[in-house]
């Protein structure tokens, strides 16, 4: 009886232990399978993000294509086929159809050049000049709820606006840096159209091209230039040629975001010693396809690393030069734009709300003023 007993007890406690092991065993299989589904989910939005980049980019070449400028602005991604320079400066991000930039003016050129005209006649007193070079941040909304009249408006400034729409810093791929062939439109081509060192025909039926007419450069007392979303935006455009690791790329400095505006704030200072310059770095921005969210300047890379280090780039530059009344706007970080608050300041992800431009706008403002009246 005892020995019977005992053995029962055994088998029971033998059966424990097993359905203990396939409690843990079944457990171990549910919690592969939710790891799997998860990992099934994480390669799905994954290759998604892939799929919507690589729409961008297709439209981009589209875009580029079917408009042809050098130096484009927008949408995400690059550029194919720039043997053709555009005529008409595209978008930044989020591509939008050719109604709507007609409704925003974006393929009437005479409208602008109307409006440099209009501004010619203005012959009231200043209390500076001021000069802008830069993309669709700056040239997007040339009314009073624009950046550019903000700042205008803010330091009693004569605003010389050069801006145009779809513009890089840097030299793309295809352009060359030759004087005698030029064709970029972007800050090298404007910066040396104000030395006289280009032929200027490129800028004729643009805002830039009768601001070049205009102005009396050698007056300027402040220049601000303002890129760098469009060279982030291609993913063709390197922030530096300076690798981490030591490695350098096999390319001009003119093809990359800081290499560029090196060489144009040089040139600036040679030529306009006295004059101040406001280097710009590009601000927070989220990239859309569609709804659906792709990336924002701390994520979001083309090859050359996030937005952020381009900005950051804008600053290492305006290093160089603080010596020589160079200044630096960490629009990245401290403009006000970011997560946070990119639903009130940004129309679309990369463009500004009216509100958006006037803190943007503001802050350059004060940057300047607190060079030019120190004492106040």
Known sequence: MGNTRRG???????????IGFCILAIIEIVYGQAQMKVERQRLELEEQNRQAVEELKEEWRSLREGSSVVTAESGAVPAASEAEQEKEPAQITKQETPEKEKAQGKDKPEEKKEESESAEEDDREYSMQIVILGDSIMDGDRTESGAADIIGEQLDAKVYNMSMGGTTAALMPNEQYNFAKWESRGLMGVVNAILGNINTDIFEGYAAGEVLKTCDFDKTDYFIIEYGVNDFLTGQIPNSRYLE?????AMDAAHTYTGALED???RLKERF?????????PHYCQVFNGNTFIGDGYSLDYGYGPLITYARGAGYVAGLFEEQR???FNAFEES???AGTAEQYLADGIHMTPLGARVYAEKIAKIIHSDFAPEE
């Open 8 to 18: 029962r007890q055994s088998i029971n406690m033998l059966l424990v232990v097993l």
């Open 245 to 249: 690791g030591g490695d350098t790329l």
């Open 264 to 266: 144009a704030v040089g």
């Open 273 to 281: 010693p006295d004059a101040g310059i406001l280097l710009v770095a």
């Open 326 to 328: 160079v200044f630096f």
């Open 336 to 338: 006000g734009i970011d």
